[in-house]
């Protein structure tokens, strides 16, 4: 995970509250993608960006979330207003391009809402 | 709906055996297959990838791709305590979008 760096690691919060998670990617990827991990479902794609673009929102389990990638440096991921089973870990992954999406993961935020 | 799936295990080996680990997909049109190394409380690590028919090793891993059968599969040989984890199995949906597997559990027995 030394490629990209996350933020915070833990969050824990009161249901209602708004949540802003962040990646910063080293240079030279294509792509980002955050992913929501749980014991229930696994590991699940919520969205990602080619080159700051969004490309596939599709995972992104309802408008209370939302995610930006301003520039190639930083991106987030916001949830409006958290929820109990938004509890998760959330990692961010890139993709350095070329043929297939081999993927580095960061060290990932465990999220606790309340 | 496109799954990958995986035997959730645990799957429990001695120390010095193979290990080996499964997984199938549903997803024709997939080209690409990898394996992630994912430690307790860690973030997933890749360790493989195979895109093509047949066997690809590295070190005391093979990766294993029959795309007639929609089977990947991961041997690890020697296997070592430090191998105990849980393994996932990811396929490309197209593009750059990847769909994992739900993980498959191993712990080496000392």
């Known amino acids: 995970d030394a490629g990209v760096i996350q933020s915070p690691r833990h969050e824990v919060t009161e249901m209602g509250q708004e949540v802003t998670l962040r990646c910063k990617p080293i240079?030279?990827?294509?792509?980002l993608f955050w992913y929501r991990q749980t014991m229930m479902r696994g590991l699940e794609l919520l969205i990602y960006?080619?080159?700051?673009?969004?490309?596939?929102d599709s995972g992104m389990p309802e408008d209370r979330f939302s995610a930006k990638m301003p520039n190639a440096s930083f991106s987030t991921l916001k949830i409006q207003p958290s929820e109990p089973r938004d509890s998760a870990v959330y990692f961010c992954?890139?993709?350095?391009?070329?043929?297939?999406?081999?993927?580095?993961f960061g060290p990932g935020t465990r999220l606790t809402v309340t | 709906q496109k799954e990958v799936e995986q035997n959730s295990g645990p799957l429990s080996v001695p120390e010095g055996a193979i290990a080996s680990l499964n997984c199938t997909y549903s997803?024709?049109?997939?080209?690409?297959f990898f394996w992630y190394r994912q430690y307790s409380g860690k973030s997933p690590e890749l360790i493989m990838f195979?895109?093509?028919?047949g066997d690809k090793e590295d070190g005391r891993f093979t990766a294993q791709l029959n795309k007639a059968s929609q089977y990947v599969s991961l041997l690890i040989r020697d296997s070592q305590p430090s191998d105990s984890a849980t393994y996932l199995c990811?396929?490309?949906?197209?593009?750059?979008?990847?769909?994992f597997g739900a993980g498959t559990r191993l712990f080496v027995k000392a």
């Open positions: 992954a890139i993709s350095l391009g070329g043929r297939s999406s081999e993927q580095y």
């Open positions: 240079s030279g990827h294509d792509y």
């Open positions: 960006f080619n080159n700051n673009v969004p490309i596939d």
């Open positions: 997803d024709r049109g997939s080209q690409s």
């Open positions: 195979i895109y093509s028919n």
């Open positions: 990811a396929g490309d949906t197209g593009g750059f979008k990847t769909i």
